[in-house]
Each structure stands twice: as C-alpha cells, then as structure tokens.
C-alpha cells in the first residue's frame, strides 16, 4: 500500500511535493512545541525560588499558538522560496540537493539541544526546590499529602524526558543498532501518553473541568432519561 501510495504520488509532482512540505510543517510544529513547553516549565521551576511578587508571568495561549504554527510555516515558506523545487523526491519527501534537508535538520537540532540544557536545568533546580521543601517538612511531622507532593513533583520532573523529546537523542547516535531502534520507537510512541498524564490526569484544574463536564453533561441526560419513563 505504502509502495503504490508514493508511485501514485510520484506521478505527480505537486501533490508530492504537496506532501512533503506539510509534513515539513508539521515535524517543526511539533518540535517547536516541544521548546515551548521546555520554556514555560523552566520558567515555572525558577518561579518555585521566588516570592510571588519576583515570578514572571506566562505568555497566554494566543500567542503561544502563533509561535506554535507561525514560526514552522515561517521556515516552510523561505524554504520554498530559496529552493522551490526542494520538496519532492521518490520518498515525497525533502532532497537532498543544496543542503535542503538542513531547513529541517538545522531547527531539530537547535531545539533538541536547547530543549535538553532546558531539562538538565529544570531537574536541578526542582531538585534543590525539593530539598528545601522536604527539610521543612522533616522539620514537623511529615503527612501522607506531603509525601504525594514530593513523589508527584519528582514524577512530573522526570516525564519531561519525554515530553520535550529527549529520546530522540537515540537518534543522533551513529548505529544500525535494531535495539536501539526498538527502544526509540517505543519511547517516542509513549510520548503521546506521558503528555496526557502529566498535562491532564495529574493536572488538578484539569481535573475539576472533567468533573464540570461530567456533571453537566450527566443532568442533561437525567430529564431525557425521566421523560422517557
């Protein structure tokens, strides 16, 4: 299927390079999204050793959405215009002629570094965070709800391993190593899966809208319901 997909494809062109340039789009999209929430949770962790008076304030969602998708479709559009015929190929996809692949390469590289100086140094500062933390609660009788707090804290910090695309470190090495390959494939597919849990399950005001929806949309069913009968 796959194989007469990209024969159908490549029998015309501007459809393939069509798709080539989507997919272009998306995988930056993707990728700068990953640094977004790379910046916003350093930000969050330095807010944690300051007043609230000294924190800074997050960006709305508005303009995250515009940094999110404007800046990919940004690289797409001068990509396009430097080189117009880049896009194409028997896999539909960038070529390689005049170091085209390095409009997508160039910015994932950027990021992946970025985005893993960004987790080095949110682990550290919510590690030190968290130590003073537990030496206040060491200093009076420890709650079962501060020992939630700190194995809540320490779960989050450790899934952004994944949500900022750490494992696509696995990429960079230089081996035809098929565990490897295993091993990234099952990571990268779970990262779906962590940003819902983290972004949402253990998400308290995520949680209490669920639980709003739920409602609503429970005493909505209950006259239907009693109508019926």
């Known amino acids: 299927f ?9 029998a015309h062109q501007v459809a393939c390079a069509v798709l080539a340039g989507f997919l272009h789009f998306l995988f930056l999209s993707a990728f700068v999204w990953m640094f977004i929430d790379a910046v916003l949770l350093f930000v969050s962790a330095i807010n944690l050793t300051k007043i609230r008076s000294e924190q800074k304030k997050m960006p709305g969602w508005k303009r995250l959405t515009v940094i999110g998708y404007v800046i990919p479709l940004i690289v797409v559009g001068v990509s396009t215009a430097v080189v117009p015929d880049g896009y194409g190929g028997k896999q539909c996809w960038l070529k390689n002629s005049r170091g ?5 390469l160039g910015p994932l590289y950027f990021i992946f570094a970025s985005n893993l100086i960004l987790f080095i140094a949110i682990f550290i500062t919510v590690t030190l965070s968290l130590k003073g933390l537990n030496s206040e609660i060491l200093q009076r009788t420890q709650t079962l709800k501060d020992r939630k707090l700190i ?3 320490l779960f989050k910090t450790m899934a952004q391993f994944f949500i900022l695309g750490c494992p696509w470190l696995l990429v960079l090495i230089n081996s035809n ?5 295993i091993i990234f494939m099952i990571l990268i597919s779970q990262q779906g899966t962590v940003i819902f849990v983290v972004h949402c399950v253990l998400n308290q005001e995520v949680r209490q809208q669920y639980k709003k929806w739920l409602q609503t949309f429970c005493l909505r069913i209950k006259p239907t319901a009693v109508e019926k009968v």
């Open 177 to 181: 190593s098929i565990v490897l390959e």
């Open 100 to 104: 085209f692949q390095w409009s997508l």
């Open 151 to 153: 194995r809540t804290v």
């Open 2 to 10: 796959k194989g007469g997909f990209l024969k159908y494809l490549h």
